[in-house]
């Protein structure tokens, strides 16, 4: 149902988007999210925009350098990514969360998705 893409390879300091694109009727009514896992560690949350594009919500890692939104008519999620650095190299994933609530303990929470994208890998050279 989740489609992500847009990664690739990028030098420090520069910028990618990532898109996720969804199939389906009711993408307009989920919260979407991107997470990240990097080699050897946990996936982590990057950030997430509720239903309406109205609430977001970023890891302080990422604050100030990337920007989520919601084409809710086209089914996609994008996350904007400025002045990457080395450490957000990683596997980027998006998900969706069916329930609609926009508060950051459902939205800030992977337990909290239904559903997955195959993920796109973001590589950051120094």
């Known amino acids: 149902q989740l489609q992500a893409f847009g990664g690739g390879l990028v030098q420090a300091g520069g910028f990618l988007r990532l898109s996720c694109a969804a199939s389906?009727?009711?993408?307009?009514?989920?919260?979407m999210g991107w997470f990240r896992q990097a080699p050897g560690k946990e996936r982590e949350f990057v950030s997430a925009i509720s239903r309406g594009g109205g609430t977001t919500y970023y890891a302080d890692s990422v604050k100030g350098r990337f920007t989520i939104s919601r084409d809710n008519a086209k089914n996609m999620v994008y996350l904007q990514m400025h002045g990457l650095e080395p450490e957000d190299t990683a596997v980027y994933y998006c998900?969706?969360?069916?329930?609609?609530?926009?508060?950051?303990?459902?939205?800030?929470?992977?337990?909290?998705?239904?559903?997955w994208g195959q993920g796109t890998q973001v590589t950051v050279s120094s």
């Open positions: 998900a969706g969360e069916v329930s609609g609530a926009s508060r950051y303990a459902t939205l800030g929470a992977q337990s909290q998705y239904d559903y």
């Open positions: 389906g009727r009711t993408f307009s009514r989920h919260g």
